[in-house]
């Protein structure tokens, strides 16, 4: 099997500019990687991506939202994510599971044992095996990003988005699977910690 590699954090931390310094990273060491998003992925999973972060159709019911991320994160599992890891590929994922315990549980208040019990059901035996949290203060992630269109999560309450950071950092807390990176430094900086926590787990003691 491969390597299973994801990248969280609130809006606006960098993560998603991260992943081609990653890829391009493993690539010079001979690895075959997958990079890929979620919710998204898929011809499918990129159409329940449009609905959960640009639909104007009205207010999404909150159990409605944990159901649609986790149907796109099945459909994008089967197609994509699995097989590349049964491939011996590396598999670099901007936000999984960990996401909706963040958003949905922490941000939203949803029953994180229901969330756990769908992980089950959706992906009983795939998990990150490294997950990297870019963390940094919704307030500047925010600033960040204030110049292009904001999706329907980066419109949320900063109240809202320090519940999601907080999930994140308790989760991270709870598992070694976690490297934690101060996504306040530079670009360049956040970028060469990410590259060299992947490097330390995947080829530890190098």
Same mark, same amino acid.
Request: some cysteine.
């Given at each position: 099997?491969?390597?299973f590699i994801t990248l969280e954090g609130v809006e606006g931390v960098g993560k998603s500019s991260c992943i081609p310094h990653i890829a391009n990273f493993l690539a010079g060491q001979g690895k075959a990687v &997958?990079?890929?998003?979620?919710?998204?992925?898929t011809h499918v999973a990129e159409a329940?991506?449009?609905?959960?972060?640009?639909?104007?159709k009205g207010?999404?019911?909150?159990?409605?939202?944990?159901?649609?991320?986790?149907?796109?994160?099945?459909?994008?599992l089967v197609e994509v994510i699995e097989p590349a890891l049964v491939r011996g590929e590396?598999?670099?994922?901007?936000?999984?599971?960990? @996401?909706?315990?963040?958003?949905?549980?922490?941000?939203?208040g949803l029953s994180q044992a229901w969330i756990d019990s769908l992980s089950r059901i959706v992906h009983p035996t795939i998990n990150p095996d490294l997950t990297?949290?870019?963390?940094?203060?919704p307030e500047e992630g925010l600033k960040r990003i204030a110049s292009h269109k904001a999706d329907r999560y980066e419109r949320?309450?900063?109240?809202?988005?320090?519940?999601?950071?907080?999930?994140?950092?308790?989760?991270?807390r709870a598992s070694n699977r976690?490297?934690?990176?101060?996504?306040?430094?530079?670009?360049?900086? &956040?970028?060469?910690?990410?590259?060299? @926590?992947?490097?330390?787990?995947?080829?530890?003691?190098?």
């Open positions: 099997m491969g390597w &997958v990079t890929t998003r979620e919710p998204g992925g329940i991506r449009e609905i959960l972060l640009w639909s104007d207010a999404l019911d909150p159990v409605t939202e944990l159901l649609l991320h986790f149907a796109s994160r099945r459909q994008h590396v598999v670099l994922c901007d936000r999984f599971t960990d @996401a909706t315990h963040a958003y949905q549980g922490g941000g939203s990297l949290l870019f963390d940094l203060v949320e309450s900063l109240a809202f988005l320090e519940r999601v950071r907080q999930n994140y950092l308790a989760r991270a976690f490297v934690i990176i101060d996504a306040s430094q530079s670009a360049i900086e &956040v970028q060469r910690q990410a590259v060299a @926590a992947v490097e330390t787990h995947i080829w530890p003691g190098a």
